[in-house]
C-alpha cells in the first residue's frame, strides 16, 4: 500500500525568509505552488527520493494559519505516497480512522490527498498521497 515517504511538511511564516536556510544545505527547490483549498503556498525541496515542503499559510485563519498560530513554526505533517488511495481509506477506517473533511481531494502537483488527525495516529498529523 505505501509506496514511500513522499514528504516531510514544514509550516513556515515565510518561504522567501525560510528557503535560503535549507539552500544553505544544498537542497534545491523544485517547484512552488498555491493550493487554494488547504489555504497555503508550497515550496517543494528535492531531498534524494524525497521532498521537504514547505507550507506558507495564506491567511491567519487557515489549518496552516491556525497550526502556526497556536504552536509556532516547525514540522506539520509526513506524507505517505499510497498506490491507490481509495483502497489506503477503506483499510484505515476499516481500523477505526477517519479522514479529516472530504477525501480524497486535489493535492499538490497533480495528486490526490487526505489527512487523518494527530488525536487518531499517535500524535502526528498523516497525509496520504495518490500520484495521478
Given at each position: 500500500?505505501?509506496?514511500?515517504?513522499?514528504?516531510?511538511?514544514?509550516?513556515?511564516?515565510?518561504?522567501?525568509?525560510?528557503?535560503?536556510?535549507?539552500?544553505?544545505?544544498?537542497?534545491?527547490?523544485?517547484?512552488?505552488?498555491?493550493?487554494?483549498?488547504?489555504?497555503?503556498t508550497?515550496?517543494?525541496?528535492?531531498?534524494?527520493?524525497?521532498?521537504?515542503e514547505?507550507?506558507?499559510?495564506?491567511?491567519?485563519?487557515?489549518?496552516?494559519?491556525?497550526?502556526?498560530?497556536?504552536?509556532?513554526?516547525?514540522?506539520?505533517?509526513?506524507?505517505?505516497?499510497?498506490?491507490?488511495?481509495?483502497?489506503?481509506?477503506?483499510?484505515?477506517?476499516?481500523?477505526?480512522?477517519?479522514?479529516?473533511?472530504?477525501?480524497?481531494?486535489?493535492g499538490?502537483?497533480?495528486?490526490?490527498?487526505?489527512?487523518?488527525?494527530?488525536?487518531?495516529?499517535?500524535g502526528?498529523?498523516?497525509?496520504?498521497?495518490?500520484?495521478?
Amino acid at each position: 500500500m505505501v509506496v514511500k515517504i513522499r514528504h516531510v511538511g514544514i509550516a513556515v511564516d515565510s518561504i522567501e525568509e525560510r528557503l535560503p536556510i535549507w539552500e544553505s544545505f544544498g537542497l534545491k527547490l523544485v517547484h512552488t505552488e498555491k493550493v487554494d483549498s488547504e489555504g497555503v503556498t508550497t515550496a517543494h525541496l528535492k531531498v534524494g527520493d524525497y521532498e521537504i515542503e514547505l507550507l506558507e499559510p495564506m491567511g491567519d485563519d487557515t489549518p496552516v494559519g491556525r497550526f502556526i498560530d497556536k504552536k509556532g513554526p516547525g514540522i506539520h505533517h509526513i506524507a505517505l505516497e499510497v498506490e491507490n488511495i481509495e483502497e489506503s481509506l477503506s483499510k484505515a477506517k476499516e481500523n477505526g480512522l477517519e479522514p479529516i473533511g472530504e477525501a480524497p481531494r486535489p493535492g499538490v502537483d497533480n495528486t490526490k490527498i487526505a489527512f487523518f488527525h494527530p488525536k487518531d495516529t499517535g500524535g502526528v498529523l498523516l497525509e496520504i498521497v495518490e500520484v495521478q
